[in-house]
């Protein structure tokens, strides 16, 4: 699992894959959160505030991954032109 995390490029997709989820977490509990008129279950409407919280820091993390990989990447295509 940890070889996974060792090459730039995996850690890249990944992070792009996790600022997605992210972003779409975040959205869809704006809208079940504050805009949907509707009524829902206690618990759905909960699910929704908690993604307003979870979307960000998935977010957050998606984007420390993301520059992450692309220092690594950039550091290593320096080594080999050197």
Sequence with gaps: ???FFESPLN?????????VAGLVMLLAGIYGAY??????????LVAMHA???IGPTLLK?????RLLSQYRLGRH?????A
Aim: glycine residues 6%; hydrophobic residues 65%.
């Design 11 to 19: 850690v890249l997709h990944l992070s792009s894959k996790i600022l």
């Design 51 to 53: 993604m307003t919280i």
């Design 61 to 65: 993390i998606g984007y420390v991954m």
């Design 1 to 3: 699992m940890f070889a």
């Design 35 to 44: 805009l949907y008129q509707g009524h829902m279950p206690i618990a759905l």
């Design 77 to 81: 295509h320096a080594a080999v032109v």
